[in-house]
């Protein structure tokens, strides 16, 4: 399994060569903005748009919050699953990192002696990428987006194969999708109760929003029906 991408002639290793290669023909310091990027900025710009999803789902306060929030609760732990289903992955097919069998890379970040399959950034990154467009479409778009350019990073860095880089996806992907039903079953629930328990109730939507069984919305007409009642009492 270890010379999966061995030949100079697999279009894996010429695909490696041309991303990588824009790297050598671009300024120093771009480079130094693309190494940052891919090893630290978009997974951190992808944990700020969760939390983002979950400002604006708690500021709506809609009918359906506990389990939008499970949904976006679910994003970051089918990342943090995915990352542990990668360790026998890269165990059994002991892929070493590019440019320990190809020559002539541009390596922008050096200190990497693990295994280059699967990629763990490219299979966080589309986790939560897919995770939160099972919460909401619009965030979860971006984020999968977020995701492709994460992957194509990796490789313009030279520490992962393109082919990498698509098995991060598949895997992310493949938690995400697949485990959502379960996750959601047992997360629903309990985000209910956050929501509507007396401290964590903000949590779930902003304090003043009805809450989800619509009693907060109810009981101020009840108020103002009880109250033009009784001055029509009075003026009788």
């Not at 809609?62 to 289903?85: I, N, R, T």
Request: glycine share 12%; with cysteine; net charge negative.
């Amino acid at each position: 399994m270890a010379g999966l991408a061995a030949s100079g002639s697999n279009p894996d290793v010429e695909l490696l060569y041309d991303i990588n290669g824009l790297a050598k023909d671009a300024p120093r310091w771009f480079d130094r903005v693309m190494e940052y990027v891919g090893e630290y900025g978009l997974l951190f710009a992808l944990v700020l748009l969760v939390v983002w999803c979950w400002w604006s789902v708690r500021r709506r306060g809609e009918a359906d919050a506990a389990s939008s929030v499970a949904a976006l609760v679910w994003a970051p732990l089918a990342a943090a699953v995915a990352v542990l289903v990668n360790v026998p992955i890269r165990g059994f097919v002991e892929r070493p990192r590019p440019f320990n069998d190809h020559q002539g890379l541009e390596v922008l970040v050096t200190g990497k002696t693990d295994y280059s399959f699967v990629s763990d950034h490219a299979t966080i990154a589309m986790a939560l990428g897919v995770g939160l467009f099972v919460a909401n479409r619009k965030f979860g778009l971006l984020g999968i987006g977020l995701a492709l350019l994460e992957g194509f990073c990796r490789v313009y860095m030279g520490v992962h194969y393109p082919t990498d880089v698509v098995g991060g996806f598949a895997l992310g992907t493949a938690v995400a999708l697949l485990l959502s039903p379960l996750a959601m079953a047992l997360l629903t629930p309990l985000m209910t109760a956050v929501e509507r328990s007396s401290r964590g109730g903000w949590l779930i939507r902003a304090r003043g929003r009805s809450g989800a069984d619509g009693q907060e919305a109810l009981i101020p007409g009840a108020r103002q029906e009880s109250a033009g009642t009784e001055e029509r009492d009075l003026a009788a």
